[in-house]
T-cell receptor, first 113, second 113 residues
Framework: GENVEQHPSTLSVQEGDSAVIKCTYS??????FPWYKQELGKGPQLIID?????GEKKDQRIAVTLNKTAKHFSLHITETQPEDSAVYFC????????????FGTGTRLTIIP | NAGVTQTPKFQVLKTGQSMTLQCAQD?????MSWYRQDPGMGLRLIHY???????DQGEVPNGYNVSRSTTEDFPLRLLSAAPSQTSVYFC????????????FGPGTRLLVL
C-alpha cells in the first residue's frame, strides 16, 4: 500500500512570507495528489489537487508542484495571511485504484501577524 | 444542500457500550467513507462504500461495523467501545471515488472512559 510522509509537522511564518509543505509517497504508480486544509473544529476541505500528467498547478496564492522521479509533491502558499493558519494534509491513493486515500500526518501552519 | 451532516457532535461512552455515529449526505454521492483523526496520526480510513449495498474495510476497521442501505446514509457502529477508540470521527463523500473532491462532515468527538 501507499506510504505518505509529510514534513514539517509544525510551521510558523511571518505574515506576508511564503510557506512550503512537502510530502513524499512510496508507490510510483500513484497519479492523484490532493491537499486538504482543516480549520479548528471543522472537517478538512480540499484546497488544491494535482494529477501526475502535470508538474505544477496554481490557484491564486496556492500552488502545488509534483516531482514524479523523486516521488514528492509540495504545497506552496505565497503572501501568507492570518486566515491561512490551519492544519494542512496531503494525500495519495492508498492502492492502485479509486477506493482508498492515504493521508499524511498533517502540518500545523501558524501565521505570525 | 446541507452537504455532509454528522450526529452527534460529541459523545461520552463507557467501555463496553455500543453506539452508532450517523452520517448523511444530500449530494447523491456514490462514495462514502469514515476516518478517525488522532493527534500526530493524520486521518486513517476505517471503512468505505462505493455505493448502496457495498462496503469494504479501510486501514483500521477492527471494532467498527458499517452498512449502506441507501445512497444518503452511511452509519458507523461501535460494537463494544474501548478507550483506544477515543478519537474524532469524520465522514466524507464524493461522487465517484477518492480521485476527486472529498466533502467532509463536521466530525464527531468521541470519548470512551
Amino acid at each position: 500500500g501507499e506510504n505518505v510522509e509529510q514534513h514539517p509537522s509544525t510551521l510558523s511564518v511571518q505574515e506576508g512570507d511564503s510557506a512550503v509543505i512537502k510530502c513524499t509517497y512510496s508507490d510510483s504508480a500513484s497519479n492523484y495528489f490532493p491537499w486538504y486544509k482543516q480549520e479548528l473544529g471543522k472537517g478538512p476541505q480540499l484546497i488544491i489537487d494535482i494529477r501526475s500528467n502535470v508538474g505544477e498547478k496554481k490557484d491564486q496564492r496556492i500552488a502545488v508542484t509534483l516531482n514524479k522521479t523523486a516521488k514528492h509533491f509540495s504545497l506552496h502558499i505565497t503572501e501568507t495571511q492570518p486566515e491561512d493558519s490551519a492544519v494542512y494534509f496531503c494525500a495519495a491513493p492508498a492502492e492502485r485504484g479509486n477506493e482508498k486515500l492515504t493521508f499524511g500526518t498533517g502540518t500545523r501552519l501558524t501565521i505570525i501577524p | 444542500n446541507a452537504g455532509v451532516t454528522q450526529t452527534p457532535k460529541f459523545q461520552v461512552l463507557k467501555t463496553g457500550q455500543s453506539m452508532t455515529l450517523q452520517c448523511a449526505q444530500d449530494m447523491n454521492h456514490e462514495y462514502m467513507s469514515w476516518y478517525r483523526q488522532d493527534p500526530g496520526m493524520g486521518l486513517r480510513l476505517i471503512h468505505y462504500s462505493v455505493g448502496a449495498g457495498i462496503t469494504d474495510q479501510g486501514e483500521v476497521p477492527n471494532g467498527y461495523n458499517v452498512s449502506r442501505s441507501t445512497t444518503e446514509d452511511f452509519p458507523l457502529r461501535l460494537l463494544s467501545a474501548a478507550p483506544s477508540q477515543t478519537s474524532v470521527y469524520f465522514c466524507a463523500s464524493s461522487y465517484g471515488g477518492v480521485q476527486e473532491t472529498q466533502y467532509f462532515g463536521p466530525g464527531t468527538r468521541l470519548l470512551v472512559l
